[in-house]
């Protein structure tokens, strides 16, 4: 009777992991950068191409960096919410211009404001393969001592930021150098 | 009110399959003749609603019915009037109602052919059927209703998806669903069986048939997937490995391993315990299948639109029904005593091999299948299997088997000698030897150890079947071999002509990502491909850019090939239709890449693919094998006998 029984325990076997496996999103990759030091750029300025920026002048802050570009439709959709983030006033939010003009990046931002404190222009997308850009929008939080913390690929909602974001970067703010 | 109509049709079928199970299995067990009685009317009542059902919905979409949710998604008005049908099952819950509509067509079809099988075994088998029906037609009632109204109606529909836009489409989900669904039936004759305390070999004999037809229609569902994916997914390849494939491939080995150990416990009354444990795990199989494809917890191309809601309501059924049946099968199987022997060269030894390379072939690519899902849930990590794996697992199982297949059916049951054996097979292996070993020399353009292997492997196999067959034949002529035995002769023969596509097509074939400007040619195979640009285009529901490519081989015209890049308008989806030219001996694929520059230049993906045919070529043979084998004399023989049989009763009664 017993050995009779063994087609009946491996099927229930598999049905716990079928179960638990209904739970899981076999789309959701996570990041392999979260924890590990933010790559190095050294890249102009949108408005002021002489002035540069290194990964190493943001140290000792909490910062995130929202990549776009003016070609992104979902960019657009996603720029509102990337404003009202930045007027929380919790941590200084920079732009990656990826892969654009910046003629037409600059266009955009006139025409839909500019809530970043600073645009770095990385026009090959030399940058965003160092940090795995696959899609734009995405966004990084990277915390005082340079690790990345979080990454959020696609456009952000304010569910993701009030649920999310700003509860890492408050965490993150009250964390020592 | 037709949707309506539908939806309510739905319901009563629900009704009578609720009574097909209940009265038909209570009345058998308490002995109550008029409750038996009812499962035959009940059957096929159930088929009338649900073909009603089915109908409506098709009536929905050829009238652009939009205010029905499901046919503003999946239909459009400028659709061609052929797809309107095929869009029926074109996304999840039509594909449902197809499922059902395909389960009540087997359980009438049971209940009409089924003179010979006693009132309460039919009774029995019947009610284990309504069971599964009752499952599937609440899904669809409770969580995937294709009649859900739209309030407002949409003006215009969303299209169907430009991939299903396709003849293979049309067909591969119907026949598909004809096999997966038809294994209910030697499960439902297992369980009806094991209910019953029979389990001798009268359940093996009426379900052979059965697991022949679904079998076929199994078979041509997967040739017809694997045809669509070569010619419209734009890859040029036949097989991928991908997790729904896989889901409607698992079955399949383990029905072809279920025929083969029906054979032996119907002509020797053996493997017993075993054979009702295949039934359960074939049928068993294909609800997984059905689980995995529509519940998402795996990744595939086929993106299917996931709702946790729906994969829970599968996963309990799927734990009732195989739970259940499993839980029957370890009360019952344990008192089952097997008394005939047989030595360890008998043809019961060759079946048994092959049913043990079958079910670890089967349970290898289960777990390929299953284990990115086994590691996340138990958060090891996130991994995807891929062919490497698959086919480092799945051909040094087929190689045994297909040395074996060449014996197998040389074997006589019980004992054979190994003289007997060795003086039969000894020359046809020297010949496999010699004629694989120099084909490749002979005929391809270059020397390749594992094609000479490949080519000995399906030689062998032919060599004997084709030897047995003329042993049979001999001085009674071939129309006196019966059509059983046709049926194996031609099974084991698509397996030579399939094992000879492989071989070939995957050492040989050639492919290359080229660019070319009009005017400018590549050569490929001996075949030089001469770009002449492109053009304009415009279809029923889309637009997009026609290549014309001269093909010619040592300066002679052979073809023109025209690949297309369609842009459907309403999906906004760009599709890639390749251009093949399809021969016996080899096909030529092109696909159509990206313009460019400005000078008409457009990058291409060009492919020369010798004996690709043969794959699908020896598929098609087993299913003709599959349909004589269904079609023996000794079946409907039995039916005709129990009939007068039952008639000479009758007249003694009255």
């Known amino acids: 009777m017993k050995r009779y029984l063994i087609p009946f325990a491996i099927f229930v076997v598999l049905v716990i992991f079928l179960a638990i496996g209904l739970k899981l999103d076999p789309s959701y990759i996570p990041s392999p950068f979260i924890g590990k030091p933010a790559p190095e750029f050294d890249l102009p300025d949108l408005h ?43 941590a200084p939010v920079y732009g990656l211009n990826y892969k654009d003009k910046p003629e037409d990046a600059k266009k955009w931002l006139q025409e839909l404001g500019d809530p970043y404190k600073a645009n770095l222009v990385d026009r090959t997308g030399d940058v965003g393969i160092d940090w795995g850009v696959y899609g734009v929008p995405e966004t990084f939080v990277i915390d005082k001592k340079g690790l990345i913390r979080y990454k959020y690929i696609g456009p952000l909602s304010n569910g993701v930021v009030d649920a999310e974001i700003v509860p890492l970067l408050r965490k993150l703010n009250a964390e020592a150098d | 009110m037709i949707p309506e109509i539908g939806q309510f049709a739905l319901i009563l079928g629900l009704v009578f399959a609720l009574v097909q199970t209940t009265l038909p299995l209570a009345g058998a067990h308490f002995g109550i003749a008029s409750w038996v009685a009812v499962a035959k009317p009940a059957a096929r009542a159930q088929l009338l609603f649900v073909a009603i059902s089915f109908a409506a919905l098709t009536w929905s979409f050829l009238t652009h019915d939009f205010s029905v949710k499901y046919v503003a998604v999946n239909s459009n008005t400028q659709l061609p009037t052929l797809y309107l049908f095929s869009a029926v099952w074109g996304a999840h819950e039509g594909s449902l109602v197809l499922w059902a509509l395909v389960l009540s067509l087997w359980t009438a079809s049971v209940s009409l052919f089924s003179r010979s099988i006693p009132p309460k075994v039919l009774a029995r088998v019947l009610g284990v059927m309504g069971f599964v029906s009752v499952g599937f037609i ?3 009632l409770v969580t995937s209703n294709p009649f859900e109204r739209l309030v407002p109606a949409a003006i215009e529909g969303r299209d169907l998806n430009p991939l299903l836009q396709d003849i293979g489409l049309i067909l591969h989900p119907p026949l598909l669903y004809m096999g997966y669904v038809g294994f209910v039936v030697p499960f439902s004759f297992a369980i009806a069986a094991m209910l019953g305390g029979r389990l001798d070999a009268a359940w093996a004999r009426w379900s052979r048939p059965w697991t022949h037809v679904a079998w076929v229609f199994l078979t041509l569902g997967i040739l017809l997937g694997s045809w669509w994916a070569y010619y419209e997914l734009g890859w040029g390849g036949w097989w991928f490995w991908d997790p729904v494939e896989n889901s409607s491939f698992i079955p399949w ?31 068993s199989l294909s609800l997984l299948g059905t689980f995995l494809v529509r519940s998402g917890v795996l990744t595939s191309v086929h993106a299917f639109a996931s709702d946790p ?49 079958l079910a670890v072939a089967a349970t290898s690519i289960l777990l390929g299948t299953l284990y990115p899902l086994i590691v996340d849930a138990l958060g090891i990590g996130k991994i995807s299997v891929g062919p490497p794996y698959f086919n480092s697992v799945f051909l040094p199982l087929m190689v045994p088997l297909a040395i074996l297949l060449g014996v197998g059916p040389l074997l006589r049951w019980k004992r054979d000698s190994f003289h007997r054996v060795w003086t039969k097979v000894w020359p046809i292996g020297a010949l496999s030897l010699v004629i694989g070993g120099l084909f490749p020399l002979l005929v391809m353009d270059f020397y390749d150890v594992r094609a000479a292997f490949g080519m000995i492997l399906a030689v062998w196999v032919l060599g004997v079947t084709l030897r047995v067959l003329f042993e049979q ?5 071939f129309i006196s071999v019966s059509r059983s035995f046709w049926g194996m002769t031609l099974g084991h023969i698509g397996i030579a002509v399939f094992i000879m596509g492989i071989t070939l097509t995957s050492i040989y074939s050639t492919e290359k990502d080229i660019q070319l400007a009009p005017g400018e040619s590549y050569d490929l195979a001996g075949y030089t491909f001469r770009f002449d640009g492109v053009t304009k285009i415009t279809g029923e529901n889309y637009g997009g850019s026609e290549g014309k490519l001269t093909i010619t081989k040592k300066g002679v015209y052979i073809t023109t090939m025209k690949p297309e890049k369609r842009k459907y308008r309403v999906q906004k989806q760009p599709l890639t239709e390749a251009a093949i030219d399809a021969g016996l001996f080899r096909d030529l694929f092109a696909a159509l890449g990206e313009p460019l520059g400005n000078k008409g230049a457009w990058s291409l993906r060009v492919y020369h693919k010798p004996f690709l045919r043969w794959i699908w070529l020896g598929a098609l043979i087993m299913t003709l094998g599959g349909l004589f084998s269904a079609s023996d004399r000794r079946y409907r023989k039995l039916a005709g006998r129990k009939k007068k049989q039952r008639a000479v009763v009758t007249e003694a009664v009255s």
């Open chain 2, 473 to 477: 034949a001999r001085g009674r002529g």
């Open chain 2, 309 to 357: 809601a729906r994969g829970a309501f599968i996963l309990v059924f799927l734990a009732v029904v195989v739970g259940g049946s499993l839980l029957i099968y370890s009360w019952r199987a344990s008192q089952i005593r097997s008394h005939v022997h047989f030595d360890i060269l008998s043809r019961e030894t060759g079946l048994l091999l092959n049913n043990v390379f």
């Open chain 2, 253 to 283: 080995l383990v029905g072809t391993a279920l025929m083969h150990s029906l054979a032996v416990t119907e002509k020797r009354g053996t493997f017993k315990a075993w054979t009702v444990l295949l039934a359960i795990f074939t049928f």
């Open chain 1, 48 to 90: 002021n191409p002489n002035q540069r920026l290194k990964t190493s002048d943001l140290k000792g802050q909490v910062w995130v960096l929202n990549v776009w570009a003016s070609w992104c439709t979902a960019c657009r959709a996603e720029h509102p919410v990337i404003q009202r983030l930045v007027s929380l006033n919790i």
């Open chain 2, 138 to 140: 609440l899904f669809i």
